[in-house]
């Protein structure tokens, strides 16, 4: 069946730097893309979405990037702080947004 | 003000029961959905309601049934509950092709 992201990995990265997590989605069909951010005890809250036209988005010490002939996304956080420690997931949406399918997670440990 | 609200947040139960979970939404979208978090972290999408029709119906055994009085609410009804259904419970919305706003999620216990 298709499948998006590995099994959950760890990323461990000293305050300041920056931080990239990846994420491989394996249905080509799929034409948007969502990063999700989940800190211990609550729900995953949005950080950032790209659609299948784009293949670079911007936000606020984020940026999101998509290539999609290898099928791969990624999240690049700048100067990561201790309050970005948390699981990070990816999400593909196709069929009319109608299906949705969450990567594993990549847990972000941040050292202070 | 909370956007996504689901009761109760822990709920600890014996095999065999019936149990139900509740969502309100009060930011007015059209969707709702139910995700289930297993104690791996992986998320499934479980249903999805948009105006309180569904239209999302994954691989769920029929002992779980959704249902949505309006488009606010996506109640979730577990009948004869398993010790496999143990799990955090999420609750999300959106408005149309969008991003999903989460639930604080349920975490449900089986016993």
């Known amino acids: 069946g298709e499948s998006v992201g590995l099994h959950l990995p760890t990323l461990s990265v000293q305050e300041g730097d920056n931080s990239i997590i990846n994420c491989a989605y394996s249905?080509?069909?799929?034409?948007?893309f969502i990063w999700y951010k989940q800190e211990s005890g609550k729900g995953p809250q949005f950080i950032i979405d790209i659609r299948s036209n784009m293949d670079k988005r911007q936000g606020q010490r984020v940026t999101v990037l998509l290539n999609k002939t290898v099928k791969h996304l990624s999240l690049q956080i700048a100067a990561t702080q201790p309050g970005d420690s948390a699981v990070y997931f990816c999400?593909?949406?196709?069929?009319?947004?109608?299906?949705?399918?969450f990567g594993t997670g990549t847990k972000l440990q941040v050292i202070p | 003000d909370t956007a996504v609200s689901q009761t109760p947040k822990y709920l600890v139960t014996q095999m065999g029961n019936d149990k139900s979970i509740k969502c309100e939404q009060n930011l007015g979208h059209d969707t709702m959905y139910w995700y289930k978090q297993d104690s791996k972290k992986f998320l499934k999408i479980m249903f999805s309601y948009n105006n309180k029709e569904l239209i999302i119906n994954e691989t769920v055994p029929n002992r779980f049934s959704p249902k949505s009085p309006d488009k606010a609410h996506l109640n979730l009804h577990i009948n004869s509950l398993e010790l496999g259904d143990s799990a955090v419970y999420f609750c999300?919305?959106?408005?149309?092709?969008?991003?999903?706003?989460f639930g604080p999620g349920t975490r449900l216990t089986v016993l």
């Open positions: 249905n080509s069909a799929s034409d948007y």
């Open positions: 999300a919305s959106s408005q149309g092709q969008a991003a999903q706003y």
């Open positions: 999400a593909e949406l196709s069929g009319g947004y109608q299906k949705v399918t």
